[in-house]
């Protein structure tokens, strides 16, 4: 580079640092404030650098907007503005504006939680007081959970007196499975709360088959869900307790002896069959007084949505997958459980391909 350039590109590191200085120096206090005094500024969501400015200069912290924008656009941190109620000195510059106002204020202490489908109400309290940096015991979320205001769409009026689970039965389904971030601030009350208006926001998306309401698909989606191991029978699955239902003929689910045991079982004894619960499917007509536990969405779209088939039995072909064989018949429904009797033991499949 020549002498003449060198010249000529220090004159110009010195003109522009002499230009962004006296811009930052316009960027003083407005006429109505004094200098050094502290004011409020609130940034709302999606504003901009020329918005900022108009703000700050009607609060009279600065008295150019165009100065400031100007400056603004020789800063990255511009693009990083934050909205949200400052605390700013009158005569600040506007670097020291942009510091603040692109600063990234540390998000609220939080934890994480994710609620399996087919968890029981008491399920669903433990997983919560259980969560990686939960604030709550299960004894605060249990106590919590009769102020938790019931949609008015369930029959409470109609549920049994004798509860497999005592009162936290009425609460059985309407804590929705998802995952979800709570605020340590937040109270044991709002956190249940979330769950349950969860719940009814999933069921204002399904439309409800003929003869049933909203709490008929959840109870009958609680079912599906415990019902099924492998995500594309739900609508079948769904088919044969419709199918039940309409024929009429009691569901029979194994589930809900379980539930109405007030405990938790992997597999069904033949005494608990008899047991006389308005729960067990078995010995009592139609569906359960409430759902037996949580269900997913897809349960709930099966449920209103059911698979159009003449199914109206199945049980367990594949011992691994838990994958069903589907009948229509008493005879071919016989067969199958021959079948599964036979590879319950030893495992197996005879599912057909």
């Not at 939680?113 to 299960?138: D, K, M, N, Y």
């Not at 099924?228 to 029979?252: D, G, I, K």
Request: aromatic letters at 6%; one cysteine or more.
């Amino acid at each position: 580079m020549s002498r003449s350039s060198k010249i000529f590109l220090l004159f110009l590191v010195v003109a522009v640092g002499v230009i962004i200085g006296g811009l930052l120096k316009l960027t003083g206090p407005g006429n109505s404030v004094a200098e050094g005094e502290t004011v409020s500024v609130t940034i709302p969501e999606g504003a901009g650098a020329a918005d900022v400015a108009e703000i700050l200069a009607e609060e009279g912290v600065i008295s150019s907007p165009l100065a400031f924008r100007v400056s603004a656009r020789l800063d990255d941190r511009s693009n990083r503005l934050q909205p949200g109620t400052y605390d700013l000195v009158a005569g600040m510059s506007a670097r020291e504006i942009l510091e603040v106002l692109s600063a990234t204020s540390a998000p609220a202490p939080s934890f994480r939680v994710t609620i399996p489908e087919g968890l029981t109400v008491e399920q669903t309290l433990q997983r919560i007081a259980g969560a990686e940096g939960s604030p709550f015991t299960i004894e605060q979320l249990t106590a919590a959970l009769p102020r938790v205001a019931i949609p008015e769409w369930v029959p409470v009026a109609d549920i049994p007196g004798e509860k497999p689970y005592g009162p936290l039965t009425d609460y059985e389904g309407l804590l929705f499975p998802d995952s979800y971030e709570f605020l340590l601030s937040a109270d044991a009350q709002s956190v249940l709360s979330r769950l349950v208006e969860q719940t009814e926001s999933v069921l204002a998306d399904v439309t409800p088959p003929a003869g049933m309401d909203r709490y008929d698909v959840l109870r009958l989606a609680s079912l599906i869900e415990r019902e099924t191991r492998v995500a594309e029978e739900r609508p079948l699955v769904s088919s044969v307790l419709h199918n039940r239902l309409s024929a009429p003929m009691r569901l029979q689910v194994d589930a809900t002896v379980i539930y109405s045991l007030g405990e938790i079982r992997d597999r069904v004894l033949t005494t608990d069959v008899q047991n006389d619960s308005p729960w067990n499917t078995y010995t009592s007509d139609g569906l359960p007084p409430t759902p037996i536990s949580g269900a997913g969405r897809a349960s709930i779209e099966a449920a209103a949505n059911p698979a159009q088939t003449d199914s109206t039995f199945y049980v367990v072909c594949d011992t691994e997958t838990g994958r069903h064989a589907f009948a229509s018949s008493l005879a071919e429904h016989n067969s199958n459980v021959a079948q599964f009797r036979h590879i319950q033991e030893s495992g197996g499949s005879f599912c057909a391909s």
